[in-house]
């Protein structure tokens, strides 16, 4: 078997007395996709920064591609990584093929290789173009360009899908899939989950630091406890029920005509017993699967339940 390209164990990070990072156990082999996930401030670019080498863990261990990052001798592993930071602000006079020629440069590799990767990320016609005059998918392809200059063998992404419309974000990650198809080994952070299905080999949720999932969707699904969503069209405008209070969990209540009750599968027939022997009429019911955004609620719930 061949050594991850990232391997961290029990790494912790504080700030200011509290927790950026806790006892994180993390791997990537290559051509995976792992995503991490997490609200503002859950951990994401803290790891990033930790597997850069730019700042260092109180505890715990790093290696990638093989080397503890904070070390001198890892300046070698990292020019075979490839970042690209949640904001990158590029001058906007330059254009798209100069801009790489001087990244190319600071990297010490082969400028003439700029054009293959270029289009790569579809950006061969715009090359001669201002980047002041690119637009905001194109400027974040020029910065994945960026990324992959030097065929790094690790991909370190900081929400690299922010702002992008859904057939941008397509694009940018059928770009992805190829890279992992050569072996490329990617890790991107994101804010939500909904955006992955197909798109992320491995998904680890972080919530305030801590590791709350890791997994494949499926096995978050499962984590979550299979939950379904349950719609109820009630046939009267009603105050909230009495059996959407504690006896219920995850209900919304829309406008006094719509529940929406989410639990994990195993409680679905209990839940829809009570809607059903409640004194309200009901109009309609309907049973989905819940999505992801609904599941990745449901795990940091869970978790939040749990450290309370
Ligand atoms: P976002 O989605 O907003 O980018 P994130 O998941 O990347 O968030 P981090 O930037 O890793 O989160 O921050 C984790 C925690 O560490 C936050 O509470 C943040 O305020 C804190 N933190 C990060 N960097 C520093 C710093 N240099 N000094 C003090 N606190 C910091």
Redesign the pocket.
């Given at each position: 078997m061949t050594a991850p390209l990232v391997q961290a164990e029990g790494v912790s990070?504080r700030?200011?007395g509290?927790?950026?990072?806790a006892s994180l156990d993390i791997t990537l082999g290559a051509g995976e996709i792992l995503a991490?996930v997490?609200?503002?401030?859950?951990?994401?670019?803290?790891?990033?920064?930790l597997l850069l080498g730019l700042?260092r863990p109180d505890s715990g261990r790093i290696a990638v591609l093989g080397h503890d990052p904070s070390r001198p001798g890892a300046a070698e592993a990292r020019r075979a990584i490839g970042f690209l930071p949640?904001t990158i602000v590029f001058h906007p006079n330059m254009t798209g093929a100069e801009l790489l020629a001087f990244y190319a440069r600071l990297k010490g590799a082969p400028v003439a290789a700029n054009r293959d990767l270029l289009a790569r990320v579809g950006l061969a016609p715009a090359a001669g173009q201002r980047v002041g005059g690119y637009s905001k998918g194109m400027r974040q392809r020029l910065g994945l360009a960026q990324a992959l200059i030097g065929r790094p063998r690790l991909l370190l992404l900081?929400?690299p899908t922010t702002g992008l419309d859904p057939e941008l974000r397509q694009g940018f990650y059928a770009i992805l899939d190829a890279l992992a198809a050569d072996g490329v080994g990617i890790l991107l952070?994101s804010?939500a989950l909904a955006e992955l299905e197909h798109r992320a080999d491995r998904v680890v949720v972080?919530r305030?630091?801590r590791k709350v999932a890791d997994g494949t969707l499926a096995d978050l699904r499962r984590m979550a406890g299979d939950p379904v969503r349950i719609l109820v069209r009630l046939a009267a405008t009603q105050p909230v029920p009495a059996y959407a209070g504690e006896a219920v969990s995850g209900v919304t209540v829309r406008a006094g005509r719509r529940l929406e009750i989410i639990c994990p599968a195993a409680e679905k027939i209990e839940r829809l017993r009570a809607v059903l022997d409640g004194p309200d009429p009901v109009a309609d019911i309907e049973l989905l699967h819940a999505s992801l955004d609904d599941i990745y609620a449901g795990l940091l719930r869970r978790d939040a339940e749990r450290t309370q």
């Open positions: 990070k700030y200011a509290r927790d950026a990072l991490l997490g609200h503002n401030g859950a951990g994401k670019s803290t790891l990033i920064k700042i949640e900081d929400e952070s804010h972080l305030q630091g």
